[in-house]
């Protein structure tokens, strides 16, 4: 779908030449990983993933131990002491995937810690590519690590140095 609509832009553009519209792309994970500063937050991102996740193992190897020590245990309890047991087992369950939703769901604290460190890197180049469209009277800046399928690229309309070169990096 998104080739299509791509697809049609590049059509209605081309049939419209007379207007001598100037296109150019950039490729923003090559831009990405020339920045320090996204580098950092990547490193910020793993450090809070993987605190986050060994706290959900903790969580996890607990419920483990418990029913572990309840299979062991239960010949000699009773029916309420089972029950009991089961619930406990059943809670510390309950409460490692609301942690585990907590950190890595959808609107997660993952997602808001991403969204926190990575957002800001984004408008920045965002604004630097924007500039350079106004500079250069750009009607188009493709991104092309975005997915789209370009068949072909002249590396002459490829302006991912010349953001760098803006943003200072």
Known sequence: MKKLVISIIVLLFVTNINYAQKFAYVDT???LSKMPTYKEALSKLDLYSSKWQK?????????EKKYQEYQNEKVLL???????RES???QLE??????K??????????????????????EQIYGAIKQLAADGSYAIIFDSASGASFLYTNEKYDKSDEIIKKLGF
Do not use: C, N, W
């Not at 706290?55 to 419920?63: F, K, W």
């Not at 309950?94 to 942690?99: D, E, F, P, Q, R």
């Open 29 to 31: 994970e090559y831009i």
């Open 55 to 63: 706290e959900i193992e903790d969580h996890y190897r607990t419920i």
């Open 78 to 84: 009773s029916d309420e002491m089972k029950k009991r």
């Open 88 to 90: 406990e087992i059943i």
């Open 94 to 99: 309950k409460t490692a995937k609301s942690l």
């Open 101 to 122: 939703k907590k950190y890595f769901g959808v609107d997660g604290d993952l997602f808001k810690k991403r969204e926190e460190l990575i957002k800001p890197i984004q």
